[in-house]
């Protein structure tokens, strides 16, 4: 049976890996190659890195970055952060990463998810959704630049329309639950995954087991990822994992 | 020397990374007389039947794995280079495939409850003899990403089962043909103790 995946994400900034909380205050906390070595040992099905360098030459920075953990690890890891051309998604695929995940540079122009997925297969084109919920209660905007700008566009409706662009995968993160650790968006998440036929990484509110069982049961997430926790130790994967197939989810132990 | 067989299709490096990992030599290359000359060939894949056959005939190099396979170099077929060895595919109708074995490669059905492509970790059900899996145990996980499945004619020559929508054939293993639909080098320590058994041969 296929399982549902646990990711943990990197932040990852001039090569060292970060975390914020709600999108501010990073904290410089480790060694990118190293981190993602211990998580595969952990048990992790998946990595995701967001890469947040702004320098001029953080492609450089960044095809190193991934050449270096293509050759320390092997599971299927995603790369994201400040990916803006097909020259971007060509560089980091060569140096050994298994997808590439577009935010602002989709919203901008959505083609480049169609191209991408021409160029190199939708399997390798994730398409990362920052969403916040509407001040009037009723379903949720999209944001870009790291959630600072409001784009006014439906999140649901842009989810939809990247899948039909190309998009093999999604990764939906709820900017009110993003660093609460009250759980989850199931709605969000569950909203998005009933629309769409490629797969749903949930992201944003994981704070304790319950959560990940809950969203990939009631909100239809495929997979669910988080960074603090796992970061700080505050969870183990194991942990988790076993807690899921005790709930009788299906997970690779 | 293991010989990674580069026909144009990406994402040959994955593969290269770990046999490197594991200690062994690789090389990627083009070259007919080389990839004949080698110990042990690896035909990896990723992308479309249709493109990559193209490809694969243009260039020449199908005869030459079809001479390799003759000689009985060991191959190892990953992913596209799996469904390659077999007859047709549903994902390029006007192209044969190499013909190598016997039976097509299907689209996974729409259905209720099962998104495609297949994307993640299953458990496989492994025949007992089998040389690829020696030491691997019955149920373990691997890494799929596929929306097309093999369904060999002659099932004596699977290796491995996998049950996605329906039971299809995910490894198969023949004299020293071996190949898989899941990607070894992308299956943590399962994935590199099945590249051992391949590199041991």
């Known amino acids: 049976m296929l399982t549902k995946r646990i990711i943990p994400c990197l932040d990852i900034k ?19 190659v190293e981190t993602a070595a211990a ?3 952990a048990g992790a099905d998946e990595l995701v890195f967001l890469d947040i360098t702004a320098s001029s030459d953080a492609r450089e920075i960044k095809a190193d970055l991934v050449r270096k953990i293509s050759k320390a690890i092997f599971i299927p890891f995603t790369v994201g952060g400040g990916i803006r051309t097909i020259d971007d998604f060509k560089v980091i695929l060569r140096e050994g990463a298994d997808k590439v995940a577009v935010n602002s540079a989709a919203i901008m122009d959505p083609e480049l998810i169609s191209k991408a997925a021409d160029k190199f297969g939708s399997q390798c084109v994730v398409v990362a959704i920052d969403a916040k919920r509407r001040e009037d209660g009723q379903g949720w905007n999209i944001y870009k630049n790291g959630g ?24 939906v993160t709820s900017m009110d639950a993003d660093g609460t650790k009250n759980g989850y968006d199931i709605e969000l998440t569950r909203t998005i995954a009933e629309l769409v036929n490629v797969p749903v990484i949930a992201s944003g509110g994981a ?7 809950d969203v990939l049961t009631e909100g239809k997430a495929d997979a669910a990822l988080a960074a603090t926790l796992f970061h700080y130790k505050e969870l183990e994967i194991s942990e988790v994992k076993r807690f899921l197939r005790d709930k009788g989810i299906s997970v690779r132990l | 020397m293991i010989t990674i067989i580069d026909y144009g299709a990406g994402n040959l490096e994955s593969v ?12 990627i290359t083009s070259d007919e007389k080389t ?25 020449g190099l199908a005869d030459t794995v079809k001479k390799a396979v003759k000689k009985g170099i060991p191959l190892l077929g990953i992913c596209l280079g799996m469904q390659m060895l077999f007859e047709s595919s549903e994902e390029g109708e006007n192209v044969p495939g190499l ?9 996974f059905e729409n259905t209720p ?17 089998s040389r690829l899996f020696k030491g691997i145990p019955d149920g373990a996980y691997v890494y799929f990403v596929h929306s097309y499945y093999l369904d060999a004619k002659d099932k004596n020559i699977v290796a491995a089962t996998c049950d996605y929508i329906h039971p299809f054939d995910a490894a198969v293993e023949c004299g020293n043909v071996f190949a898989c639909q899941f990607h070894p080098e992308k299956s943590g320590k399962t994935g590199l103790a099945i590249l051992k058994n391949f590199a041991e041969i």
């Open chain 1, 14 to 32: 001039d090569g060292r890996v970060v975390k914020g909380i709600n999108f501010v205050n990073l904290r410089d906390a480790g060694d990118p």
């Open chain 1, 39 to 41: 998580y595969d040992a």
């Open chain 1, 148 to 171: 600072r700008i409001d784009m006014g566009i439906d999140a649901v409706e842009w989810a939809q329309k990247a899948v039909s662009l190309g998009a093999g995968e999604l990764l």
């Open chain 1, 207 to 213: 704070g304790k087991c319950e959560h990940f069982s």
């Open chain 2, 16 to 27: 290269e990374k770990a046999f490197d990992f594991l200690g062994y030599e690789t090389l």
């Open chain 2, 35 to 59: 990839i004949l000359d080698s110990e042990k060939i690896v035909l990896p894949g990723v992308g479309a039947f249709g493109d990559a056959m193209n490809m694969l005939t243009s260039s």
């Open chain 2, 99 to 107: 013909g190598i074995f016997k039976g097509s490669i299907k689209k």
């Open chain 2, 113 to 129: 409850g099962f998104k495609i492509p297949q994307i993640g970790w299953n458990s496989i059900k492994l025949r007992e003899d």
